[in-house]
T-cell receptor, first 113, second 117 residues
Framework: QQPVQSPQAVILREGEDAVINCSSS?????VHWYRQKHGEAPVFLMI?????EQKGHEKISASFNEKKQQSSLYLTASQLSYSGTYFC??????????????FGRGTQLTVWP | DTGVSQNPRHKITKRGQNVTFRCDPI?????LYWYRQTLGQGPEFLTY????????KSRLLSDRFSAERPKGSFSTLEIQRTEQGDSAMYLC???????????????FGEGSRLTVL
């Protein structure tokens, strides 16, 4: 039930764009995105809910295809501060939310000046 | 600081010893989660509470692991008879759920790193 993330790693120059993908084999109620810097706690970026509602970061956007159980995180005009490991967390649709997230293995993003 | 607080931040113990971690969530949050993270992996769900009730526990969690959240405030995670495979970062997170719906983000603490020798 762990979602699959791709790619495993991305290296960018400042100002370039990146897309990180997350897919699940189960019907999803929500998809969360978190960023974790080395030695720090994961920090919330975005949540996308079944039905289309989403809330999150100003400069980072995401999409959620409910039929395909897939989500993508779009990082545009990347900044040095975007470096870190990005995790998607998926909540399986069981008719009501139980709050349990399954996290992917992460995508390591490195932004160079 | 009104974030999620965990202690101790680091714990080194010998195999077979018991350890206990504490988590103080954000005060108005009614849900509290424990996750475990090893190097190169995403957080792995262990258990969660809504108020003082433990609503779900991972099947991966052996009987050596127990968690409590008395009075729906702080929580403790105890590992008995530790094994080397228990070495990991133990993360606590909290969130606010309304009418059973959890549509909010998880706020993670900085974790408690366990090393079992």
């Amino acid at each position: 039930q762990q979602p699959v993330q791709s790619p495993q790693a991305v290296i960018l120059r400042e100002g370039e764009d990146a897309v990180i993908n997350c897919s699940s084999s189960k019907a999803l109620y929500s998809v969360h995105w978190y960023r974790q810097k080395h030695g720090e706690a994961p920090v919330f970026l975005m949540i996308l809910l079944k039905g289309g509602e989403q809330k999150g970061h100003e400069k980072i956007s995401a999409s959620f295809n409910e039929k395909k159980q897939q989500s993508s995180l779009y990082l545009t005009a990347s900044q040095l501060s975007y470096s870190g490991t990005y995790f998607c967390g998926t909540e399986i649709d069981r008719g009501s939310t139980l709050g349990r997230l399954y996290f992917g293995r992460g995508t390591q993003l490195t932004v160079w000046p | 600081d009104t974030g999620v607080s965990q202690n101790p931040r680091h714990k080194i113990t010998k195999r077979g010893q018991n350890v206990t971690f504490r988590c103080d969530p954000i005060s108005e949050h009614n849900r509290l989660y424990w996750y475990r993270q090893t190097l190169g992996q995403g957080p792995e769900f262990l258990t969660y509470f809504q108020n003082e009730a433990q609503l779900e526990k991972s099947r991966l969690l052996s009987d050596r692991f127990s968690a409590e959240r008395p009075k729906g405030s702080f929580s403790t995670l105890e590992i008995q008879r530790t094994e080397q495979g228990d070495s990991a970062m133990y993360l606590c997170a909290s969130s606010q759920a309304s009418r059973g719906v959890n549509t909010g983000e998880l706020f993670f603490g900085e974790g408690s790193r366990l090393t079992v020798l």
